[in-house]
């Protein structure tokens, strides 16, 4: 069951007694309990019939006696016991999930991990409540969630902007979700996104970006380069050595793989080097073009010297600005 189609059912009015929402990402669960704490209940309902409760705070005794009330002039009363992931008797509930009191919808909310499948507790769960799981996002899939939740927002997006926006931001679904906020509040529905409107409403700059410096290196552009090179020492908080090289590791990795797969179909590469999209399969290649194997292999042992470096292995005083330049230099120079 995804996140959208469990809300759907809820708006829908189609209630369970019990539901369990866990998984290593937060971002969904905190998604469909909000719709729990503000949509089931109208606003003089929530008053008497929303109880949130705190797994570290109580035991299961208390959410038991709170779950087993009747409601008070409402079909239905809605019990959110949050952070049960540090509840220690948490399997106790097993009894109560057996036999749910049908007036009240329980919500239990285990965050960053996922529910021991083997216990009696979860096995129970699995066959009496809805049980919804929130997968972790991996990075290459981020510009497809972009571009999926801004088209549920009425909003279109290009493939290369999305993924600027994954590329800076990460994996962290409530960061982007938040920015895609911004995008959705200052711009007309129905309007196609670009690098201006991402660069005047999140902050991250069209031409000065990681995106930009790979195609900077690729192309072998070397005024390019260090112009993109100054810009992030200029702003070392939004551009760190330690996120810059751990980019350009993962993209000197994919052109790596590139040489190997330079006979095959673009759909076969895209799957193999983790693309988003077909559209950028034409970069690599022509980045396999620019560096050749053995000048790829020596690209990825110097990123490796400089990671350590980044995290103050073999730094020798130098600063993080120097680095960087001579990090630069050095990979244009291979």
């Known amino acids: 069951m995804t996140a959208d189609i469990l809300i759907k059912d809820l708006e829908s009015r189609k209630f369970q007694p019990v539901y369990l929402l866990h998984g290593p990402e937060p971002y969904y669960i905190d998604v469909i309990t909000q719709f729990f704490e503000r949509h089931v ?21 208390t959410v038991v006696d709170n779950a087993r009330r009747f409601p008070m002039m ?53 066959k009496t409540a809805v049980v919804f799981e929130s997968k972790r996002i991996y ?19 290009g493939p290369t902007e999305a993924a600027l926006i994954a590329d800076y931001l990460g994996a962290d679904l409530s960061k982007v979700a938040n920015e895609m906020e911004k995008l959705a509040l200052n711009l007309p529905q129905g309007h196609k996104i670009n690098k201006e409107d991402i660069e005047k409403y999140i902050g991250i700059s069209k031409d000065f970006n990681v995106f930009e410096l790979q195609d900077a290196l690729s192309s072998r552009n070397k005024e390019k380069a260090y112009r993109i090179i100054q810009y992030f020492i200029s702003n070392p908080k939004n551009n760190p050595l330690i996120v810059v090289v751990a980019t350009l590791f993962s993209y000197f990795s994919k052109i790596y793989l590139m040489h ?11 799957k193999s080097l983790g693309l988003s999209n077909t559209y950028f399969v034409k970069n690599y290649r022509s980045a396999a073009r620019s560096f050749n194997r053995m000048q790829t292999e020596k690209i990825i042992h110097l990123l490796r010297v400089y990671d350590m470096k980044s995290k103050g292995v073999g730094r020798d005083g130098f600063s993080e600005e120097a680095m960087m330049q001579e990090l630069i230099y050095k990979i244009l120079s291979t």
């Not at 109560?96 to 009240?104: D, E, L, S």
């Not at 991990?113 to 009696?120: E, Q």
């Not at 290459?140 to 997006?157: C, E, T, V, Y």
Request: proline share 4%; glycine share 4%.
């Open 41 to 61: 209940l109208d606003e003089a309902e929530r008053s008497f019939n929303l109880t949130i409760l705190y797994g570290k705070e109580i035991d299961f005794k």
């Open 74 to 126: 409402s079909e239905y009363q809605v019990v959110i016991l949050k952070e049960a992931q540090s509840m220690k008797d948490l399997v106790e509930l097993e009894t109560y999930v057996k036999n749910p009191a049908p007036t009240t919808i329980l919500v239990i909310c285990y965050k960053h991990n996922t529910i021991d499948g083997r216990t009696t507790f979860a096995k129970v769960l699995k």
């Open 139 to 157: 990075d290459n899939q981020m510009p497809a969630w972009i571009s999926d939740h801004l088209a549920g927002r009425g909003f279109k997006i």
């Open 260 to 270: 190997f797969l330079r006979n095959a179909p673009d759909r076969e590469v895209q």
